[in-house]
């Protein structure tokens, strides 16, 4: 979608004496697992074989980027089969993917989850059964192949969520309720408003564990470098209990912007596979519910996005949190993909559009303009990636006071002009590690 060339008068036009950038590390715990097919094989020596052998058993795979998440999925299906099992696969994600089948496969093709890659096919529907309710009478929904299978396994990345704080967040849970619902049950949960999810989640959990025969859930844990740190298969009567732990972990291993305060943060990409609302609340504080647990982020007067990866499909939900963006974001977007997406959640700010400027140079101008109490040397200026890839950084030197008390930041090389090429495109800050 493309609206046109913008024309503002503002005073003083666009231009903006903008300050040199330094590049800066800011470092995390670096815990890692080193050989995923080891553990993962020692890990489902757990199941026993009677509940393996001659099963045909749905593994779940959802919308979001994992580190090494062909090797989890073809090790899983390979160490299955070994054991006489037929597993297949099942796209887990609520209503991404455009609420279709074909859009659930097509997410999984983007992290290479294919029958070739895994050895698994892939059964895709939008078909769901109910298989329970809550007290109140709300029906809990599951996908038509997943409950036809002997047995389920819930894999899943266990991380904090976008929207709202609990014991379960992200994670097996979620994806047992949701993810595994397709859209239907989405809609269905999300009707009772993120403000519930910490009493709704654990009690739809309990149901479908009760209901389903599910053979284990399978926790992923990654690092702040969004490195693969932690496998781990779980029982499905402990799923409730190891996952509470879990997310502690995996909060304690996020990555954050170690700054209190921040004028400018400009985000050179946002996308599906990097947060649920494009660009972590966890790090923004803004989180598209408006629910409070997010005041551990700094505080930013403006925020800029400059693009969208290609493995959000067109679904740039989350721009709504955004101050500025630009034309080139525009093009990219579907906006039948971000609705659904929002409307599903029940929460619309994601999906609404920023302020929209011809490019990058223009939008980080606006977003210089419109900050209150700064001058050109004293604006403090955060660039990121995005807001999973927060080691590598880059800030105005107004802003280095701030780490002469912090051992976890260091100056990483010399400070360097913000270059824009012909057309008002941001350039690379340099080549990142």
Same mark, same amino acid.
Request: net charge negative; aromatic share 4%; with cysteine.
């Given at each position: ?7 503002? /008068? +503002?005073?003083?036009? #666009? ?41 045909? &058993? ?22 299955? *089969? ?21 859009? %659930? ?10 029958? *070739? ?28 192949? !997943? ?5 389920? &396994?819930?894999?899943?990345?266990? =991380? ?5 704080? !609990? ?6 849970? *979620? ?10 049950? !989405? ?15 654990? @009690? ?33 009567? %402990?799923?409730?209990?190891?996952? *509470? ?26 996308? =599906? @596979? ?7 609340? /966890? ?16 505080? &930013? ?17 989350? +721009? ?9 974001? #525009? ?9 659904? @997406? ?8 994601? !999906? ?8 990058? =140079? ?11 109490? $700064? ?5 403090? $200026? ?12 880059? $800030? ?11 051992? @976890? ?25």
């Amino acid at each position: 979608m493309d609206i046109g060339k913008i024309q503002v /008068n +503002i005073e003083g036009g #666009l231009d903006y004496p903008f300050p040199p950038l330094i590049p800066v590390e800011q470092d995390f715990k670096r815990e890692s697992l080193g050989d995923i097919a080891s553990t993962l094989s020692s890990e489902l020596e757990k199941l026993p074989a009677s509940s393996i052998s001659g099963k045909s &058993i749905a593994i779940t795979v959802g919308s979001r980027g994992i580190d090494g998440l062909v090797e989890i999925v073809s090790t899983l299906v390979g160490q299955l *089969k070994k054991r006489g099992a037929k597993p297949f696969i099942v796209p887990s994600m609520g209503s991404h993917g455009g609420a279709t089948a074909e859009g %659930q496969i097509k997410v999984l093709s983007s992290y290479g989850i294919t029958q *070739k890659s895994t050895g698994a096919c892939i059964r895709a529907s939008m078909e769901v059964v109910e298989v329970g309710q809550l007290n109140d009478g709300t029906p809990l929904y599951i996908d038509r192949f !997943a409950s036809e299978a002997d047995g389920i &396994i819930i894999a899943n990345k266990i =991380k904090p969520h976008a929207d709202f704080k !609990a014991n379960y967040e992200s994670g097996l849970v *979620k994806m047992l309720c949701i993810g595994l619902g397709k859209h239907k049950g !989405a809609v269905t949960l999300h009707q009772h408003g993120f403000d519930r999810f910490h009493e709704i989640l654990p @009690n739809a959990a309990k149901v479908l564990l009760e209901k389903l025969p599910i053979l284990c859930g399978l926790a992923i844990l990654e690092n702040a470098f969004d490195k693969l740190m932690h496998l781990e298969v779980i029982s499905p009567q %402990q799923i409730l209990l190891r996952e *509470k732990e879990l997310l502690e972990v995996a909060k304690a291993s996020i990555g954050r912007l170690m700054f209190p305060r921040i004028d400018v943060l400009i985000i050179d990409e946002i996308g =599906k @596979n990097i947060s649920g609302e494009g660009m972590d609340p /966890n790090v923004t504080g803004r989180p598209g519910s408006g629910l409070p647990g997010f005041s551990d982020a700094p505080k &930013i007067q403006k925020i800029v996005v400059l693009d969208l990866t290609p493995e959000s499909h067109g679904n740039g939900v989350g +721009i709504g949190l955004a101050d500025v963006s630009t034309r080139h974001f #525009l093009k990219k977007i579907d906006l039948g993909a971000i609705y659904t @997406n929002a409307i599903t959640a029940t929460i619309l700010n994601p !999906a609404k559009l920023p302020l929209i400027m011809n490019n990058d =140079k223009e939008a980080i101008a606006v977003a210089l303009k419109t900050c209150n109490r $700064i001058t050109p040397d004293t604006v403090r $200026i955060v660039r990121i990636k995005n807001t999973l890839e927060l080691h590598r950084i880059w $800030i105005s030197p107004s802003m280095l006071e701030d780490m002469e008390n912090n051992e @976890n930041l260091k100056v990483d090389g010399d400070e360097s002009p913000i270059e824009f090429d012909i057309s008002g495109r941001i350039l690379a800050a340099e080549k990142r590690q």
